[in-house]
């Protein structure tokens, strides 16, 4: 049984970095794909990065390009999500995602397994 934990949330000031963790167990991820989403208050979930297990390549939302970088440590079965320059509107609730193919997606529904998530607060 695939089980998503992640942690590494917490509170933080605008502009700080951060480095969220997700611990995958229960199989071989190698034809996996694992993605990252969040959820603001009143908001819909939202797409936010990925990774495909076996090739590290990876696929970012537009509106992050180039304050995140997602990678995975294969020995460890973690994904990590390293954001930086931090705002108030990325106070959210984190959550690491897992689906069967190596084709990264970002329609929440194509990932069947969900880890409870963590929270990230940007204080302004």
């Known amino acids: 049984q695939v089980q998503l934990v992640e942690s590494g949330g917490g509170l933080v000031q605008a502009g700080d970095s951060l480095r969220l963790s997700c611990k995958a167990s229960?199989?071989?991820?190698?034809?996996?794909?694992i993605g990252w989403f969040r959820q603001a208050p009143g908001k819909e979930r939202e797409f936010f990065a990925a990774i495909r297990w076996s090739a590290g390549s990876t696929l970012y939302a537009d509106y992050v390009k180039g304050r995140v970088t997602i990678s995975r440590d294969s020995a460890k079965n973690t994904v990590y999500l390293q954001m930086s320059s931090l705002k108030a509107e990325d106070t959210a609730v984190y959550c690491c995602?897992?689906?069967?193919?190596?084709?990264?997606?970002?329609?929440?529904?194509?990932?069947?397994?969900w880890g409870q998530g963590t929270q990230v607060t940007v204080s302004s």
């Open positions: 229960g199989r071989s991820f190698s034809s996996y794909t």
């Open positions: 995602a897992a689906r069967g193919a190596s084709i990264p997606l970002q329609r929440p529904d194509a990932y069947p397994y």
